[in-house]
């Protein structure tokens, strides 16, 4: 079969369109493209016998110049040729470039697999001795709708969409009529698509423009040409989707064990699904079990970017104990363990591992013998070997800090044979938590097809870090910078900054082999959602790098970034002195930080340099010293002082870059330390406008391309939805990235993107976006409304146009009107926390706002362990309630 490919694409002087057709295997073969004008290439091939008798091929289009690859057509659609549906011998196929779409998230998973799925089908075969194939888009079509073709000439139905000629659906939303040339009576052919829809047969949509037509070639005995057509457009309104944000563990059913698990995501999938909401995110459901303490409750923490955490498992989908004693046992403690109002984390992970170790003794070598677990094992072996060796050394050495095991330090390669092979007695110490992550997995696939059967997305949450003590920083360490600590800037929630702990990634490393590394992460978390939220989304431009020997945020720099050299100081009328870089402590400054503590400060962590100045002395140089110097003294003088000594170490007005030591950065927020108090009126002028620079002005371009070296390819690893958390100090390049990616971005009214208003306008919120009240790091909207009276009298007067005082607590009709505002929106998605849903129903909702707080970021070792205070059985069986949030949802328009 000859093959003949016509594109239309305007070049460049020296850029080259290459064919790329996709094999067996995902093996690509190249085809250098031809043109004589720099618009129209043209590419002939002949397939060989094998290619031949496969049904079609997948192909897609790159850009290259002097061999090196420029640009390729979006991954999220290639273009697909069926090869059976004529029995010609010639094929000339006219196609146009795919760059992402505006509305690509028709084609993701969310609605593809989730809201709209429809079967996809084979294209008939046919025997015409001349071919006309017509391929078309149609994103809009609901799940059950057809599309057909109807045009002039008896041929294509003289218009009557009774005789219109059905079309195949014969790849995601890409539909193919198969016409017999011979019958067409002219070269010209006018038609238009109809959509039948979903609701009945009768109902009959047509494209919204005008007619199309095609002019076809003299075609031969043998010959089929291939028309790859525009979009067809429907006037079918946009996707406006309601759903619920709540964490696994925070999921309650009568059957749990303490804790949220993966059977009662189902449980909890059901309750959305009843109430017309039609997606559910969930926080990071990774393991992150490093010391076995409540200190592990943190889900961004993760250990592994691939295991799932031992307490999601189900135990009611597990084969029973067969001791009826140790059932009984077990009986007991999953109703006292449920009965707790919040998680005892410790107890109900000690209970459930221990549970599965009993178990496994049981049924583990029964298990690892079928043809399901030979298959998991083998599909994820690569990352499942180290994990269940980290977590062996893990509790053999009583650390996950490997750096302080006697043994094994670094991964040994050797040992990874040794651990995948069943007859030998290092897979033996290992194999338990094979089995343990086998049924993880196992139940977790499982809810997810459970949600795309209730037509629910099923939304994950991937962290932007990973732990410095965890499988992939002992296994990959190139991947990571260890002396660093992500963290975020200052901010209203964390005046510090935080101080996450996580390395940063050595994106230099990354980038060499693709971000193979990031791909294989999201090909894995596409086995469990539909969609995901990517955790901080700015560190993907640059992350707030904090040193290893500093706690708070303070000290961090933007990494990378272009850090500035003295004479660029200089170029602000700011003269670079180098005590900028060393913390400025003097007489007046301690005298107003330690009143009377001063003399004694002085004495015991200072020492004296020249005139008032003074240094912190070696023991306490940095923050780390200090912080352990005051280890276990917990008296609140003690903790103030320990605060202070550390605000004194970050007293500085610049920090020098990681990488140059002759390259520096504004320290964010010193505005409020005694070192910018303490400049002339004159250089502070100067410094303001060098810090406005730097931080809003200066890297928006160079940010910009750091994120499309990385976003681009992560993106398009995987058919998920894809949401961006892209709150917190946010360049002007994001929204230039997230646009032309078509991410959803993330909007909050109470933290609006303008600076210029102190509320967001719901209005103005972009479609392809996600509208929430609160997340788990912030205040429910209860504990909001609370928090700063002003603020919220402001709110009620000038958002929702109430006169006269605010009343508080917030009542539920008020809380019902924000809600309903939020619903409203045009937002593609707007996710609420379970919280605050049920703060719409005084009845419904917890006596104590403050019991409904999830996280408290200013506090670095926070206790995650919020639980629905009603079962998920009681939540269905509240009549009132489900009714007020079907009729808010029905209300608004959205599914």
């Known amino acids: 079969m000859k093959l003949k490919f016509y594109l239309d694409y305007n070049t460049y002087f020296g850029e080259e369109i290459v064919l790329n057709i996709v094999g067996t295997g995902g093996n690509v073969s190249k085809h250098a493209m031809a043109t004589v004008n720099g618009h129209t290439w043209t590419c002939e091939t002949t397939l060989a016998p094998a290619a031949h008798s496969a049904r079609s091929i997948e192909y897609y289009y790159s850009v290259e110049c002097d061999g090196r690859l420029e640009r390729h057509e979006w991954a999220g659609k290639r273009h697909l040729l069926d090869l059976a549906a004529s029995k010609a011998t010639r094929v000339t196929i006219f196609d146009h470039w795919i760059d992402i779409p505006q509305d690509s998230y028709h084609y993701s998973s969310a609605i593809t697999e989730c809201l709209a799925h429809r079967d996809t089908v084979t294209v008939p075969v046919t025997d015409y001795d001349t071919t006309v194939i017509l391929k078309v888009c149609a994103p809009q079509l609901r799940a059950g709708d057809r599309l057909a073709l ?78 790859e057509l525009p979009t067809a457009g429907f006037p079918i309104g946009d996707w406006r989707i309601a759903g619920t944000v709540v964490p696994v563990f925070s999921l309650k059913t009568a059957g749990s064990f303490g804790v949220g698990d993966f059977g009662d995501l189902k449980h909890m999938i059901d309750y959305v699904a009843s109430t017309g909401q039609k997606a559910l995110q969930v926080l990071p459901i990774n393991d992150t079990t490093i010391t076995h303490t409540w200190t592990d409750s943190y889900p961004y923490n993760c250990v592994s970017i691939y295991a799932l955490h031992p307490q999601y498992i189900d135990l009611r989908q597990l084969p029973q104990l067969a001791d009826a004693s140790r059932r009984q046992h077990y009986s007991k403690l999953q109703a006292e363990l449920n009965a707790l109002p919040k998680i005892d984390y410790e107890r109900v992970n000690q209970a459930k591992l221990a549970y599965m170790e009993e178990l496994y003794k049981q049924e583990g070598a029964k298990t690892m013998k079928t043809a399901d677990f030979k298959q998991y094992f083998e599909a994820n072996k690569q990352w499942l070997v180290p994990y269940a060796a980290f977590c062996h050394y893990r509790d053999l050495y009583g650390t996950a800090s490997f750096g302080k095991w006697p043994e094994h330090r670094t991964f040994d390669e050797s040992l990874r044979a040794a651990m995948a092979n069943s007859r030998t007695s290092e897979y033996k110490k290992v194999a338990y938590w094979y089995y343990v992550q086998y049924n993880l997995d196992k139940q977790m696939r499982q809810a997810h097809d459970y949600a795309r059967k209730r037509h629910v997305i099923l939304k994950g949450d991937i962290p932007i870090g990973v732990s ?98 003295r004479e660029q100081i200089e170029g602000y009328g700011l003269h670079f002195q180098d005590y900028f870089t060393e913390p400025f402590i003097t007489d007046w400054s301690l005298e107003r930080t330690f009143h009377d503590r001063a003399g004694e400060v002085k004495e015991k962590y200072l020492e004296h340099t020249w005139g008032d100045r003074y240094r912190l002395k070696p023991d306490y140089d940095t923050q780390r010293k200090i912080q352990q110097a005051f280890k276990g003294r917990d008296s609140q003088d003690d903790k103030n002082l320990c605060t202070a000594l550390m605000s004194l170490a970050a007293d500085v007005l610049f920090v020098r870059d990681r990488k140059d030591p002759y390259k520096f950065h504004p320290r964010i927020a010193v505005q409020h330390a005694f070192v910018y108090e303490s400049l002339y009126d004159s250089d502070k002028a100067a410094f303001n406008k060098l810090y406005d620079d730097y931080f809003y002005r200066r890297n928006n371009d160079f940010w910009y391309r750091e994120a499309m070296k990385k976003l681009p390819r992560l993106v398009e690893a995987t058919r998920m939805l894809v949401c961006a958390e892209d709150l917190g100090m946010v360049p002007a390049c994001v929204p230039w990235v997230i646009n032309e990616l078509r991410i959803l971005s993330l909007e909050i009214q109470s933290m609006p993107k303008d600076n210029h208003v102190k509320f967001g306008v719901l209005a103005n919120n972009p479609y392809r976006s996600v509208s929430t009240i609160s997340t788990h790091d912030m205040p429910t909207m209860r504990q909001w409304w609370d928090e700063d009276w002003n603020i919220a009298q402001e709110y009620y007067n000038e958002v929702l146009w109430k006169q006269g005082p605010a009343p508080h607590p917030m009542p539920g009709w008020l809380a019902e009107q924000v809600v309903a505002n939020h619903l409203n929106c045009p937002s593609m998605l707007c996710l609420l926390s379970f919280q605050d849903w049920t703060a719409i129903d005084e009845d419904e909702r917890l006596a104590d706002e403050n019991d409904e707080r999830i996280n408290v970021p200013a506090i670095p070792r926070y206790y995650w362990r919020y639980r629905m205070h009603k079962s998920i059985e009681q939540l269905m069986a509240d009549n009132s309630f489900n009714a007020k949030v079907k009729k808010l949802i029905a209300q608004s328009g959205r599914l």
């Open 150 to 227: 109807v045009g002039s000439g008896q041929a294509l139905g003289s218009w009557s969409v009774l005789k219109a000629i059905a079309m195949a659906e014969h790849s995601r939303n890409e539909w193919v009529a198969v016409l017999d040339a011979s019958q067409l009576k002219s070269n010209v052919i006018e038609f238009k698509f109809v959509a039948f829809s979903n609701r009945d047969d009768k109902t009959i949509l047509w494209e919204v423009d005008g007619n199309r037509t095609v002019t076809l070639p003299e075609l031969k005995k043998g010959d089929c040409v291939v028309y």
């Open 468 to 565: 410095r003590d965890g499988v992939e920083t002992w296994v990959e360490p190139r991947y990571f910078n260890l002396n660093g600590q992500a963290g975020a800037p200052p901010d209203a929630f964390a005046t510090d900054g935080q101080n996450w702990g996580f390395p940063t990634y050595n994106w230099d490393e990354m980038l060499k082999d693709g971000c193979a590394w990031w791909v294989r992460r999201f090909t894995k978390m596409a086995q469990y959602f539909d969609a995901y939220r990517i955790d901080h989304v700015l560190g993907f431009f640059r992350i707030w790098e904090i040193p290893i020997d500093a706690v708070s945020g303070l000290l961090g720099q933007f990494s990378p970034a272009l850090g500035m050299t």
